[in-house]
């Protein structure tokens, strides 16, 4: 167990819906990364927030935004889905002590009908 | 630009025996970090072992070594006495910049799948 938890595991939805994926980082860690896994792609960074505010961006679409709350959890909001947005999420987070090590919840897979 | 270089899609071995995966890595940055996961076929990324470009010595985590060579720019991973459940997908990953920035973001490579045998 990574300690990084992510909600929910799967999500099946239509295209032109919106959807929200929930990361409870692990105690302490103060950053929170998104990760996009899919087939043709494969591992992509979206986009990195510390502590409550966006700290880098990489390839996020602009139907896609992300929010850190107080409590240091996240939420990836993906609208107007597309199937090709089908995908495994992860979210990572690190921050602790050292910064050698970063830890992946176990994703949550959308699949877009 | 970063960019990490797994040049091996599947590897097979058997139980018992050593394998090793292979990662290249391109980037102008001093400091950096190399770091290896494994993805099971339920889809969890799971940390294995973590090598920063000033680290002397190679990373070793039990059964987990990594053969970084800098002048080369690779950082193979080598799994000792492999067991049946060492079957995944492997990616490796690096990050640039010093560690105590705290975490940057990670650009992974395509993966290599392992496949071990009986």
């Known amino acids: 167990d990574s300690g990084v938890t992510q909600t929910p595991k799967h999500l099946i939805t239509a295209t032109g819906q919106r959807v929200t994926l929930r990361c409870s980082p692990r105690s302490g860690d103060l950053s929170v990364y998104w990760y996009q896994q899919s087939l043709d792609q494969g591992l992509q960074f979206l986009i990195q927030?510390?502590?409550?505010?966006?700290?880098a961006k990489g390839n996020i679409l602009e139907r896609f935004s992300a929010q850190q709350f107080p409590d240091l959890h996240s939420e990836l909001n993906l609208s107007s889905l597309e199937l090709g947005d089908s995908a495994l999420y992860f979210c990572?987070?690190?921050?602790?002590?050292?910064?050698?090590?970063?830890?992946f919840g176990q994703g949550t897979r959308l699949t877009v009908v | 630009a970063q960019k990490i270089t797994q040049t091996q899609p599947g590897m097979f071995v058997q139980e018992k025996e050593a394998v090793t995966l292979d990662c290249t890595y391109d980037t102008s940055d001093q400091s950096y970090g190399l770091f290896w996961y494994k993805q099971p076929s339920s889809g969890e990324m799971i940390f294995l072992i973590y090598?920063?470009?000033?680290?002397?010595q190679n990373a070793t985590e039990g059964r987990y070594s990594l053969n970084f060579q800098k002048a080369r720019k690779s950082a193979n991973l080598v799994i000792s006495a492999s067991q049946l459940g060492d079957s995944a997908m492997y990616f490796c990953a690096m990050r640039e910049g010093p560690w105590y920035t705290g975490f940057q973001k990670l650009v992974f490579g395509t993966g290599t799948r392992l496949l071990v045998s009986p």
């Open positions: 090598q920063g470009s000033y680290d002397e």
């Open positions: 927030y510390y502590n409550g505010e966006e700290r």
């Open positions: 990572a987070s690190s921050g602790g002590a050292g910064g050698t090590e970063a830890f």
